[in-house]
């Protein structure tokens, strides 16, 4: 390998394996959200904590656009390196801080106000870190392998969520279920602390790009990167196009494929969690690589064609494969062994009471297909039964064979496919739309709202949407009328279907790719 590869191999490196910290970092919150929503928010109502906490993970994504603006202002004006280090550091901090906030039990509504403000600075983080990470490689790179190189800043988003899952895994398996629900879900956000203090020693070295650095010695950068990259009419109809044409398409089919089939078999399959832990993220480890394949493809024979490729696989085959993940877990398809069906209850005084019964039925299955239920299901009675009881709280586990283990491995695996497709080469694409003086700027703003804005809320949007499809054929019954949606848990996907099938046909009609336009 030449000294000219070895020093692009280590840029890269250094690169990524900040900008996956930060990713990392980003993530947790998502990962951890079911236990997340018992800690920080009321728990009289589980469902309502749950979306209060996917709606939080949301929020970091909504200030990610003008943490873009803030930093991709600053590193078209002082440099890539400095910058995202500044955003390392912030996101680091945030992290850390996320994991040391007392619960709603110790302080009240200031637990999830303080989880909201430190989730806008994670945001903000990100929002400068991924605009310069991808500019920094794009503008290290020569122009025939830009794709694949900037495609190893693409695989770390990925491989973010793989890590965040890993700790968890191994937090979980090394305390015990109980203790980690109970404090040992702090332990991934502290372990940020020395990953980001690892990363920041590396980063520190590197040396500011080349293209940034000569524009800046012949006076060329902009003096107002922010009203030259969106005041200009010409400059902002691309960024217009990006954001329309592409990234609001792949945001919403990375978050489909990644985060929502997470939620998906957790909250609507009700998967056991830490099985769900080792589908996502086997699919994943089996995914990753094609970030690099189809990037690398792009160089070739180009970038549109295969990210709208990506796009459109994703809307005509969504509800095939969410409706097989739905059925691989239907206990109706499953042979229930009766003899085996325990039904235990208790009944003990309510938490904070000494007048309130709290009643608690556990029932647990076994099918013949090795196929575990476990339903915990606690009531609480009044004794003055003129007050509004709570809401009975229900848990229901299925703990799944190896076979159907393996059959949901597959589908994610299919659904990373269309994210890699979508998304690998998407960081040359846009680095390409934008010239070197603006670049940070321009490209940061669409990839922000695409993939953070369209694409982050896609989670919460999607569980509303089946929720209250839900919810309408459960009160129909009620009422002994017929249920008006047949699938309730497929509703959530006409969300991502109806954003990627806009990007889709304005990225085919309007988008024309020049590779060497901006170089």
């Known amino acids: 390998m030449s000294e000219k590869k070895q020093s692009l191999a280590y840029i890269i490196g250094a690169s990524s394996v900040g900008t996956l910290i930060e990713w990392y970092d980003f993530y947790i919150f998502g990962s951890l959200a079911t236990v997340i929503a018992t800690k920080f928010f009321p728990p009289d109502n589980p469902t309502a904590a749950f979306l209060s906490t996917l709606a939080t993970f949301a929020a970091g994504f909504v200030v990610r656009p003008f943490g873009a603006l803030f930093f991709g202002r600053l590193g078209d004006l002082i440099g890539r390196k400095y910058t995202f280090m500044v955003t390392l550091i912030l996101m680091g901090g945030a992290t850390f801080l996320i994991g040391c906030i007392p619960s709603y039990e110790t302080i009240g509504f200031f637990a999830p106000l303080l989880v909201l403000l430190l989730r806008f600075l994670q945001g903000l983080a990100l929002g400068g870190e991924y605009g310069g990470a991808a500019t920094y490689v794009a503008e290290h ?42 404090w040992g879900w702090r332990i991934p956000f502290w372990v940020s602390l020395v990953m980001v203090g690892v990363s920041f020693i590396i980063r520190r070295n590197m040396h500011e790009s080349p293209l940034f650095a000569k524009a800046k010695a012949e006076g060329k950068t902009s003096a107002n990167p922010l009203k030259e990259s969106f005041g200009n009419k010409y400059n902002f109809k691309f960024v217009l196009l990006a954001l329309f044409g592409a990234t609001m398409g792949q945001g919403v089919v990375w978050y489909t494929g990644q985060f929502y089939a997470l939620s998906f078999l957790q909250k609507i399959c009700n998967v056991d969690d830490n099985q769900v832990n080792v ?66 209850v208790k009944r003990a005084l309510a938490p904070d009471s000494e007048v309130d019964s709290l009643i608690t039925t556990t029932t647990t299955k076994e099918f013949t297909d090795g196929t575990k239920y476990k339903e915990v299901k606690k009531v609480t009675i009044l004794a003055d039964a003129s007050k509004e009881a709570p809401k009975p709280d229900v848990k229901k586990t299925t703990t799944i064979n190896n076979s159907d ?15 890699t497709m979508a998304y690998g080469p998407i960081a040359a694409f846009l680095v390409e739309m934008f010239p070197t003086r603006i670049r940070y700027s321009s490209m940061s703003l669409p990839y922000h709202i695409g993939n953070g804005v369209f694409g982050g809320l896609m989670p919460a949007i999607a569980t509303y949407l089946a929720t209250r499809a839900k919810d309408i054929n459960d009160a129909a019954e009620k009422a002994g009328q017929a249920i008006v949606n047949t699938q309730p848990y497929l509703e959530g996907l006409w969300y991502p279907i109806i954003l990627a099938g806009v990007s889709f046909v304005i990225g085919l009609l309007y988008i024309k790719e020049d590779k060497n336009a901006n170089d």
Request: hydrophobic share 50%.
């Open 279 to 344: 589908i996502i993220a086997l699919g994943l480890l089996l995914g990753t690589p094609f970030f690099v394949i189809f990037a690398s493809l792009s160089d070739k024979i180009g970038r549109k064609g295969i990210m709208l490729a990506g796009m459109l696989l994703a809307i005509i085959c969504y509800r095939p494969i969410f409706e097989k993940i739905y059925q691989t877990t239907n206990l109706k398809n499953k042979e229930e062994i009766v003899a085996n069906t325990k039904v235990e």
């Open 405 to 419: 283990r393996n059959t949901l491995v597959l589908m994610v695996f299919i659904l990373l496919l269309f994210v």
């Open 141 to 182: 790179s020569p122009a025939e392998k830009r794709g694949f190189w900037t495609s190893w800043i693409q695989t770390t988003a990925t491989i973010g969520l793989f890590v965040s899952l890993l700790v968890i895994m191994v937090t979980r398996n090394t305390l015990g279920t109980e203790a980690f629900n109970d």
